[in-house]
């Protein structure tokens, strides 16, 4: 019977050695220059063409030499290894992540063991949440060495698709606040508005984090630990005169999770009438109103705490202004020159309608 797989040596006699398909015609290299070491490697191929069960048993009888746990370890064990070194916010947001019934399909199977399929099986029962936390428990088995290879490759995974999200409005968060009968709550939403900061980092903000001579303020977000901070407005500074002037500025909500504020917050828009809108809204608010209103973007990456551009740009993708029309830009710089003038073109506040 002709093998499938035969070896080829491409070049000088000190080329390297390929393995070539015989039935598509393609050729892999087998990264050596030992002809003996090449011939092994073909004979391996073709062997498991022939016995695939013996030489799985082969293959898992060399793994457990290299490490006798890589033919035992479950994806629990790994759900549990990661949590080991996490904490606050972060592991109760993997500890609710590892309880997705999705997992269950995996969660008792061996990782090395595991194929395409099982993971596509876990990402058809689970959700968006599923998707996002399966590719981190991947990437932990490979930079682990747990996996030779990837199981699922990342172009493989479905597209995230997160929920879409809107900016709370100035309207809805005057009545949100009118209708707030707690000094504390309502003083929580109201920076929120001011700072544009995530719930945990505003309602986390400590009076030693403040500048009261020069009334501004400087944090590391609890998320990024990246650094932010910026002057505070007369309103915001109001606001800031009301609080502890030690310690925490809110006392109380610094001491709950960030799922109960969310419900607190989400049981006020329900009684309001209000909908589509989270305590994560504040932070699209404040980009959209930054970007409306010129602020440049680097300030506002400071801000919001964000490295990336195109995070930001992704919260103020809803922005109403446009920039001016290239035809308009060479009109204005045309205009320009004769008169010996600077020309400042304005964004349009509104989408002009097309008649």
Not at 73 to 94: A, C, F, N, Y
Not at 208 to 225: A, I, P
Not at 336 to 352: D, F, R
């Amino acid at each position: 019977m002709k093998e499938q797989y035969r070896i080829v040596q491409l070049g000088s006699r000190d080329g390297m050695f390929y393995c070539k398909d015989t039935q598509s015609g393609s050729r892999t290299s087998l990264k050596t220059k030992d002809r003996k070491e090449a011939e092994r490697l073909v004979r391996h191929k073709n062997e498991a063409l022939k016995n695939p069960h013996i030489n799985r048993k082969i293959g898992m009888a060399y793994l457990s030499a290299a490490d006798p746990r890589l033919v035992r370890r479950i994806w629990q064990e790994v759900m549990e290894d990661i949590i080991q070194d996490k904490q606050g916010p972060t592991l109760h947001r993997w500890e609710t992540a590892i309880k997705d019934p999705a997992f269950n399909l995996i969660r008792k199977k061996v990782v090395v063991m595991t194929a395409a399929d099982d993971f596509m099986a876990v990402l058809r029962a689970g959700t968006v949440c599923t998707n996002v936390y399966l590719r981190r428990i991947q990437n932990h088995c490979l930079d682990m060495g747990w996996l030779p290879v990837p199981i699922l490759p990342k172009k493989k995974f479905p597209k995230i698709k997160h929920k879409e999200q809107r900016a709370i409005t100035w309207d809805e968060h005057c009545r949100i606040a009118a209708r707030e009968g707690n000094a504390e709550r309502r003083d929580f939403y109201e920076l929120c508005w001011h700072f544009g900061g995530s719930q945990s980092d505003i309602a986390s903000l400590q009076a030693g984090d403040l500048d009261y001579e020069k009334r501004g303020f400087s944090y590391n977000r609890l998320k990024t630990s990246s650094l932010s901070g910026c002057r505070i407005g007369p309103k915001a500074w109001e606001v800031i005169l009301r609080r502890p002037r030690q310690g925490p500025l809110f006392p109380y909500l610094i001491t709950i999770r960030e799922g109960h504020r969310a419900t607190e917050f989400k049981q006020r828009c329900e009684g309001l009438g209000i909908k589509g809108v989270t305590l994560h809204s504040y932070r699209y608010a404040w980009a959209e109103r930054s970007a409306d209103n010129g602020y440049p973007e680097r300030y506002a990456q400071r801000v919001l705490g964000q490295n990336s551009k195109m995070v930001h740009r992704a919260y103020a993708k809803k922005a109403q202004r446009q920039l001016p029309s290239l035809e308009e830009y060479e009109e204005a710089t045309r205009r320009a020159e004769e008169s010996g003038k600077i020309v400042t073109l304005e964004m349009e506040t509104e989408v002009p309608k097309v008649a």
